[in-house]
């Protein structure tokens, strides 16, 4: 198995451009997660879907962040427009259902500079 | 609220002595506990978790975890530590399967040789 896949793995980008951020998670979960590290905050959870639908979406940081599931092996997140206070690292985690616990695998993040 | 803390940001140990990495959580019901580690510049790997039964669990790479119910605690624990062992250490608690996990802040650990 490939493991949850991202990309791009790193991005930089000047403030007010639009970013997209792409997620592929393991063959047979249904549940997506995406995540934002940074120094100051840790790790944040952002929003996630089971079975592509979004459940909670609660930590986007406001209405320039918003995120899709359009079917079971296919995510993004996109950031319009983008500013400096958005650099982190974002990480994509998905899981299993099919298990009673359902720990999290993540992926490898995307590196997000705006300058 | 539910909660994670793990006190230490730092802990610091010699090659070859035992490491505690500590991690308590406030949160309701019966959670699922698990812990995660991070090397620089990669995603967060799965090291162990606690569902139900025996409270000493085994994970990967030799570590192991305590789980005290009285003390809302779950300490992760090796008996020997290496060099490579050196990385960021997070606690996460799953409240109710379905939902979201909630992660500590993360403890750096320093292994010295």
């Known amino acids: 198995d490939a493991g949850v896949i991202q990309s791009p793995r790193h991005e930089v980008t000047e403030m007010g451009q639009e970013v997209t951020l792409r997620c592929k998670p393991i063959s047979g979960h249904n549940s997506l997660f995406w995540y934002r590290q940074t120094m100051m905050r840790g790790l944040e959870l952002l929003i996630y879907f089971n079975n592509n639908v979004p459940i909670d979406d609660s930590g986007m940081p406001e209405d320039r962040f918003s995120a899709k599931m359009p079917n079971a092996s296919f995510s993004t997140l996109k950031i319009q427009p983008s500013e400096p206070r958005d650099s982190a690292v974002y990480f994509c985690?998905?899981?299993?259902?099919?298990?009673?616990?359902?720990?999290?695998?993540f992926g490898p993040g995307t590196r997000l500079t705006v300058t | 609220a539910q909660s994670v803390a793990q006190p230490e940001d730092q802990v610091n140990v010699a090659e070859g002595n035992p490491l505690t990495v500590k991690c308590t959580y406030s949160v309701s019901g019966n959670p699922y506990l698990f812990w995660y580690v991070q090397y620089p510049n990669r995603g967060l790997q799965f090291l162990l978790k606690?569902?139900?039964?025996?409270?000493l669990v085994k994970g990967s790479y030799g570590f192991e975890a305590e789980f005290n119910k009285s003390q809302t605690s779950f300490h992760l624990k090796k008996p020997s530590a290496l060099v490579s062992d050196s990385a960021l250490y997070f606690c996460a608690v799953q409240p109710v399967y379905g939902q979201n996990f909630v992660f500590g802040p993360g403890t750096r650990l320093s292994v010295l040789p």
């Open positions: 985690a998905s899981s299993s259902r099919q298990a009673n616990v359902g720990e999290q695998y």
């Open positions: 606690y569902i139900t039964g025996d409270n």
